[in-house]
Nanobody, 120 residues
């Protein structure tokens, strides 16, 4: 069974922190690079950070130095720790494989995502 369940979002003031979690089914998690993506209203979904099965990471320029991606193999979970949050980080956040996302029955599969709102 393929499943992605994101959690940990919420409302936070500028400069605050959040930690997002993504629980993935084992068939997705093992051996694959995992990424966190985000989509703001009216904008396309973009990659924020990615981590290989060996632990190598890369980040979008806009979050470099503020966000940290990590993964826990035994829990099939990938995390995104977000510090120094800015209003422009407001978006719905999703996890998925990277660079090719999951396809089921010919369609892209995404979890429900978790909303992050940065506002005073």
């Amino acid at each position: 069974q393929v499943q992605l369940v994101e959690s940990g979002g919420g409302l936070v003031q500028p400069g605050g922190s959040l930690r997002l979690s993504c629980a993935a089914s084992r068939s997705i998690f093992d051996f694959y690079t995992m990424g966190w993506y985000r989509q703001a209203p009216g904008k396309q979904r973009d990659l924020v950070a990615a981590i290989t099965s060996g632990g190598r990471t890369n980040y979008a320029d806009s979050v470099e130095g503020r966000f940290t991606i990590s993964r826990h193999e035994a829990k099939n979970t990938v995390y995104l720790k977000m510090n120094s949050l800015k209003p422009e980080d407001t978006a719905r956040y999703y996890c998925n494989k990277h660079p090719s996302t999951i396809v089921l029955a010919g369609s892209d599969y995404w979890g429900q995502g978790t909303q992050v709102t940065v506002s005073s």
